[in-house]
């Protein structure tokens, strides 16, 4: 997953993609920011494949677990979905040059506060799945099982 202190770092590498897409041979017709950002291709880790592959939540109903558990399991799948999409957002905003530096530092404030409570709310609900599994006294194979969805 990226941190936020690598994230600068990566918005450096995206701006100066933007950058030689937007300066080309000047004979060529000039390209827009738009034009630019969509020769940028993003791939997915192999975790974030299998978090939005598993957002259906299937394996998880499926799976013997008790309700508790699997409610548990599919919130923090929708969590962790939302801190990576927050995580982009703010990869963006970082590498849009054209915000100033001031509304670059706003926004990227705003996301970073919201990853913090998403942050927050992923601690929340381990803290209640930590809860739950020491209530439900799971058999080794249900620790595994919840172990393999967990991933």
């Known amino acids: 997953m990226l941190s936020i202190n690598n994230t600068s770092n990566v918005t450096g590498h995206l701006a100066q993609q933007v950058s030689v897409k937007a ?19 993003v791939t997915l880790s192999e975790q974030a494949q299998k978090i939005s592959a598993a957002a259906n939540n299937d394996d998880i109903d499926k799976s013997s677990l008790p309700d508790s558990i699997k409610q548990a399991l599919k919130m923090l799948r929708e969590l962790k979905a939302q801190l990576a999409e927050k995580q982009a957002q703010l990869q ?46 799971l058999s080794p194979d249900q620790m595994s099982e919840m172990t393999g969805l967990m991933a």
Do not use: H, W
């Open 23 to 41: 300066n080309r041979d000047p004979e060529d017709p000039p390209v827009d920011k738009l034009t630019a950002l969509q020769g940028i291709k």
């Open 92 to 137: 963006s905003v970082m590498a849009d040059q054209s915000l100033s530096d001031e509304e670059r530092m706003q926004k990227a404030q705003g996301i970073q506060s919201e990853i913090a409570t998403l942050n927050g709310a992923i601690a929340t609900v381990n803290g209640n799945l930590i809860k739950a599994i020491k209530e439900a006294g």
